[in-house]
DNA sequence: TAATTTAGTGCAATCGATTACTCTTATCCT
DNA sequence: AGGATAAGAGTAATCGATTGCACTAAATTA
């Protein structure tokens, strides 16, 4: 009585055939009502439950989108899946994660994982460009599964994508900066093969142009998105014959760290250095010295991708969607960084 | 060119069948090495890809595990559903996550949508008892679906579990206190149908008995896990005659607002208040002041559960396990409870 | 009343992969 | 050389749900 009920289970015991139980419970309108009524109740009787795997083979659709990121346990992914997650369950999709560690071989994997398991359609955060990647990646595409890039994305055709405008943020952060008097302003920039990193810099530099500041590559630092790699970074700032009096971070865990070390050398914030996070992880606003930070709604993110993707799936017209979002950063200006 | 290739296009393109294509790609021993090159290099150059929902169908195995969580972006149940994913990805299996909100409707609409979804286990941590899911998670027992509960568990048969030692680290966490000289402990509580703040106030009340402390129900209050209604607790204690000089809090959030109000009212911490956390949340460590906490082990209590998974799907006996895997809790001591 | 429509079901193929069973050959042994 | 065995491949059923087409009987129309 555990093992699995059929609909043939339920056509053995009504004595019809199974077709008429399948019509029944879809309510398909040439069914008597008579019939359909004790279907369902037999169905609820026997306690019977549907069989998606069926279904989803004999539709195509598996009712499942892949998620991949890099890492799951950070707050901006975690977010984000929410986000997707919330958009996607009312309408009957599941959502499959997996995670790259920011490795390549894994991240292809995955991929081919996902299209092996009819998976309708793939949210990516990408890890890694390389032309292993740019392979399985056009996979995608050419499978017609539909493919759509948040935050860390890559310009490809057919290929919508969900982002913030990480020059805006660039440019928006290093001008507040500049706005509390920094003159001498850092940028702890991370893996420059990814668009976001590419334009939060050159944010910063043009904000540093239209402000009469020159752009000094010293000052430019790549940094792992921790906080020893911050710290690290500032020492060897500090190591520089001039060292910067403000600092802006692609990076809320490495301005975490450039905060220690300063304050352990005795280094007043935002006094002498203001600092400027990115990602405003939870922390940012917990801290005592609170941390100004980019907010880069990472709910709204998932929300929009979830969006984006039920778009190119009823998109009955031969004409492939390309969406591009960009989402707003929004400043989260903190003790960090304010000096008045 | 685009649309999928399945094993009947390679026979037909050898001139075999689908049947001797399938064991060849299966590496079946009664199959030439010839034909299963050709078949192999033939997959290959055809972009053949395994639809794993036919196969699912065929062997009653949807290598998906499906994840319950009250939600995904707290550090916590990322860091779970990372260890999970990670334990399970290299033995081929996909991870459904679902969330719940705390809300018991959308628990049982997940566990019904998971079975429907013939997942091969579902890993959950209960967001809420009640009769309705009660029925509902009995239907997973029932369906011989392997159902394994992490942190947040209830007590049934059949049912495995992992989880971390509350009582011990409810025990642990209020010893420091005394030690620390505290005399009137608080305790802020969870929804206390669950488990796990039963037993973390259990092993509170039997380290204030072990070491001659009176426990005072006016100290333990119910308080959702957020910085708000840790204010709000502290607010209510210090309008008790005789207000705490110790808070073991079952959230680290309320503990942050617990902390965040008390200095506010110029109480120093740990000088006239130690408090102590749960959850061992990132920001707890990064603060300057930083807070003792109970870690709770998160990677290791996924990787747990999915091995307790694993095992439950390889075991071919006919008796059921039911294993409880209970994790040790780990202080860590910070200032916030450090006197000394 | 005869002809035609319609409501309600059944039949059987399909989605793609797997596998127990059957059937050819080729090889082996005495 | 004749019969036994094995190697390699084909046939067809199966997993569960869906659906175009066919069919029967009742209802409608002329």
Request: hydrophobic share 40%; glycine share 6%.
């Amino acid at each position: 009585m555990s093992d699995k009920v059929t609909i043939y289970d339920i056509a053995k015991t009504l004595n019809i055939t199974a077709a008429t139980v399948s019509r029944a419970l879809n309510n398909n309108p040439k069914i008597s009502e008579a019939t359909r009524l004790l279907v369902l109740e037999t169905a609820a009787k026997m306690n019977y439950k549907q069989n998606k795997l069926a279904q989803s083979l004999r539709s195509g659709k598996s009712h499942n989108v892949g998620v991949i990121v890099p890492r799951i346990d950070s707050n901006f992914f975690a977010s984000v899946i929410r986000g997707i997650e919330e958009e996607l369950r009312p309408v009957g999709y599941h959502v499959i994660i997996t995670q790259t560690n920011e490795d390549e071989v894994r991240q292809s994997e995955n991929i081919t994982a996902l299209l092996n398991a009819q998976v309708d359609g793939i949210l990516m955060s990408i890890s890694n460009v390389s032309e292993a990647n740019d392979h399985v990646i056009n996979n995608v595409v050419k499978q017609n599964v539909p493919l759509i890039f948040f935050d860390r994305k890559k310009e490809m055709p057919g290929v919508s994508s969900v982002t913030i405008n990480d020059f805006e943020a660039g440019y928006l952060a290093t001008k507040n900066l500049i706005e509390q008097g920094c003159k001498r302003i850092a940028h702890l920039t991370g893996d420059l093969s990814l668009e976001i990193f590419i334009n939060r810099k050159k944010g910063y530099q043009k904000a540093l142009l239209d402000n009469d500041l020159v752009f000094n590559e010293d000052y430019v630092l790549q940094t792992k998105s921790s906080v020893d790699a911050g710290r690290q970074a500032v020492q060897r700032l500090l190591g520089l014959n001039t060292p910067p009096d403000g600092i802006f971070s692609s990076s809320d865990f490495a301005a975490l760290g450039a905060i220690q070390e300063l304050r352990e050398r005795g280094i007043k914030i935002p006094k002498d250095v203001c600092v400027f996070g990115f990602g405003n992880e939870p922390f940012t606003r917990f801290m005592e010295l609170s941390i100004s930070s980019v907010d880069q709604s990472p709910l709204e993110m998932g929300r929009m991708a979830a969006k984006v993707f039920l778009e190119q799936i009823n998109n009955t017209s031969k004409v492939k969607i390309e969406k591009k979002v960009v989402l707003n950063p929004e400043l989260q200006i903190r003790k960090s960084s304010t000096r008045i």
